[in-house]
């Protein structure tokens, strides 16, 4: 049985405000786009969980510093993507953009209507964050493109996608061997009564690991997995320069 603690945010008013930009252009961009923005309600995440993503791809939930790619599955109308890549925008330490992919095919009921707009509404909040540089759409099914393209280490792996049984079990498994020492997983609507099928497969998954080698938290619908058991924090030529606080992961032998 795995537990679930809280997440330890540490959102500041930076953090905020950036959250309430992306919340108002993404409902504002769907409200013109469909002229109803209550449908609008479903693409948004919360604050809490819009700060915790910032937090870690800002690498401010600490000082480790991760090489590594960050990748998302489901993109939708964009707006998590979109606080991430504002943090990782932030960060000169992040050299590669954000890549997303998504199918815009949808069988889970309230949200197949929704995605003949999303992905010109994804478009368009892009240009309005001015964010094009730093986020990479990539148009295909995520199972597919992971178990074909995908052979990069990953500090941030984000699954938002098919939020059904199967798909999601196959993603956690060709996510977790490129997953770094120190990385994250991170599932949306996880505790959900709606998408079951999500929290099955991550149980799925993790019973037969060593549970220890993993840190497990949670904040609203977002669950944040920890990879801590894979790598460890050794000395690098920053820390010889004297950036000793910025350690480094590396896989064990």
Known sequence: MINFEAFPIQADEKTEQIAKDIQAICLKVAEDNRGDVESAYVVQHSQSELHALYEIAARTHDRVHLDGYVLQCGLFCGGSALMMAHAMRDDASNPHPLLAIDSYTKDYRPLRELFDDAYFEMRENLWEFRLQEHITPVLSDTVSYLQHFWRLPLRIAFVDSSHHYEPTLKELNLILPHLVGGGWLILHDMFSEETPGVLRAVNEVFE??????????????????????????????????????????????
């Open 208 to 253: 037969p690991r060593d549970l220890s080698e993993f840190t497990f938290y949670r904040t609203d619908q977002l669950a944040i997995i920890r990879n801590c058991g894979v790598g460890t924090p050794v000395d690098t030529a920053a820390d010889a320069a004297g950036d000793s606080d910025t350690p480094r992961w590396v896989p064990k032998k």
